[in-house]
């Protein structure tokens, strides 16, 4: 790793001198961020990166001859409680699920926490007693943590770092560069819910049936799911950015091409309201509990048949195909026939939803 | 883990309904905050704890036969620049220093960045640098990272989130838990120098020869002294509180007493200056790259002398001795035999230094 870096020249970021909202959304500007300065400034000699290449939601390290999958997630979510979950739950099941996205089974959450001078002990105290609550729940111990308090009006209340270590079984092997054309892309649930609890309660919506977030942790699901075939490609949370974000990165690492049935794609009608109402499209909005799978065609029908049996995956299907053509391209097929690409949105449709 | 845990009763936080600047300071409002409501919430039934009991820098988890060392830190010091380092810096020695504490070798680090909108993209790009220099100094890769944004006025220019994992040798076993009376306390030089850079420059001060930081990453210095001795019984990073809050901590957890002789603690002229300036005591200042050792009383000379040999000791000396008197209480004895205790501070002397 030469000592001499100097990021201040090639980089497309250069038409910002500021950082925007945008470059922590999820869309195009925060790709440029992590492609144009972070990967280049953490990269080795040797090729090997920050978040592997390609990247990942967990690093996979390897320890005495275990795979040991680590990733860490700050959440900044605002307000700190929304309908379904708190900032504390997100925090728990956001780190659980990178390192189940990895295949990893996990082993030990870190807790650092960023308070603001002034939080009501009140809130911490019940922030605290949800990380308890989903840690024991999704059975992951909180085993270290950090406290920092920065003056009033240098922060927002709270933010809470969780970093997150766990182990890839023997035999598992998931990653973005294992998608192969003719892979079937399975989706476990409905879309939205989590962006659309968060913004109802930002912009004082009231409507019919608020949606609550689907905030929850994936490691069970993914579990069930590698014990009934440890060949799954590649698995992907729906978070910021939604589906449209992850496929999009997945296909432009992949280097295939996506077809999407959008007929196919569960939205539910409060949240197709609200995203009217608020003129957002539900691709692109953040889930906390909904996750993408790549498979083998022929194991397609199997591993839904698992998904339906898991709480976490209330409405699983099957969405799409990776294809040869038009690679690194996401296509949209209407129930009518027509196309449209998915593109990255530069920016984002919604600020710290997490 | 009873799910049913509810930590708004018994705790003496109830003297605060709101986080104070001290709760993140290093003294006692902290350890309460600590005491009373990280550990409770996420001790497991088994009575397995958050940073295990004895507290320590890093949690150490099995995986697959070998011993990890996690550890995260949140690091929000202000200003971002410092004479002797900033940010990055420190992000990156902070948490290597807190492995090399268990005396773990430091494999990997992640970052997370929580930027304010309006940070100038120079800023980031400098932090960056600093960053991607000092793991390739200390040979620890940045593994993997994450990115948020929050609204202008949310946060303050910048906060970095760095958690670690490393390895710890087979045979070296470094706990408060093992200090024992007749310990030999080594401290590996100045003390005093980060917390001063900072506020002077806070401060607007200027004097002789303000002090620069003495931020350092300790894994190599830790490295040699594991290497000549593993039987190391305890080794603590002098952050927020200093030495006396280090120390005070360990002769709590050990339950022994510590006998420390004033006239042999360094302290250079320009921190004694600054500090009866700013009314500090150098012991309770930080130092982001000081360490004292506890080492069986034979062992002690021994181990000086590979101090002596590495650039990150730059003045190592034997500070005081573990007793079995006083168990609980640091006495600090004067060269005219006079004696004071040494006390944790309720609150800090400076906030945000790390």
Known sequence: MPTDFNPSCPLPLADHATVQLAHGGGGRLMQ???????????RADDGSALEEAPPHDSAVVEIGGSRVAFTTDSFTVSPLFFPGGDIGHLAVCGTVN???????????LSAAFILEEG???ETLRRVVASMRRTAAEVGVPIVTGDTKVVDRGKGDGMFINTAGIGVVPDGVDISPARVTPGDAILLSGDLGRHGIAVMSVREGLSFEGVPKSDCASLAGLVGSLVDADPDIHCLRDLTRGGLAAALCEIAGHARVGIELREASIPVTEPVAGACELLGLDPLYVANEGRLVAFVPAEAAERILDVMRGHPAAPEPVIVGTATEDHPGTVELCSPLGGRRIVDLLSGEQMPRIC
């Open 32 to 42: 440029e961020l992590i492609e144009g300065l972070f990967l280049p400034a953490f």
């Open 98 to 108: 990178d390192l189940a996205m990895a295949g990893a089974k996990p082993v030990g």
């Open 119 to 121: 939080l009501p002990m």
